[in-house]
Nanobody
């Protein structure tokens, strides 16, 4: 069973920055971040496969950066120039090397003055 633990959500003012972290157990292939705002469907934010090129949603390109520390099985999401529309619960998603799709419990990001 893969364990996924997120951290880093907070209240931040527009234009501010936050860094989310997600640590996973086991042997991991892909890691990524999704978000879900109230009344909306969960959507992809950014995704990275081991040795691959990161993929970003158009809405966050140029502002968010996903990175991965393979030695620690940890993925980070650096979020800059935050906007109120970035407010959501952010979920870490992990795909295990042997298959299987796992989610973290979610971390709240609120962008408000």
């Amino acid at each position: 069973q893969v364990q996924v633990v997120e951290s880093g959500g907070d209240l931040v003012q527009p234009g501010g920055s936050l860094r989310l972290s997600c640590a996973a157990s086991g042997i991991i292939n892909a890691m990524g971040w999704y978000r879900q705002a109230p009344g909306k469907q969960r959507e992809l934010v950014a995704h990275i496969i081991s040795g691959g090129t990161p993929i970003y949603a158009d809405s966050v390109k140029g502002r968010f950066t996903i990175s991965r520390d393979n030695a620690k099985n940890t993925v980070y999401l650096q979020m800059n120039s935050l906007k109120p529309e970035d407010t959501a619960v952010y979920y870490c998603n992990v795909v295990a090397n042997g298959g299987g799709d796992y989610w973290g419990q979610g971390t709240q990001v609120t962008v408000s003055s």
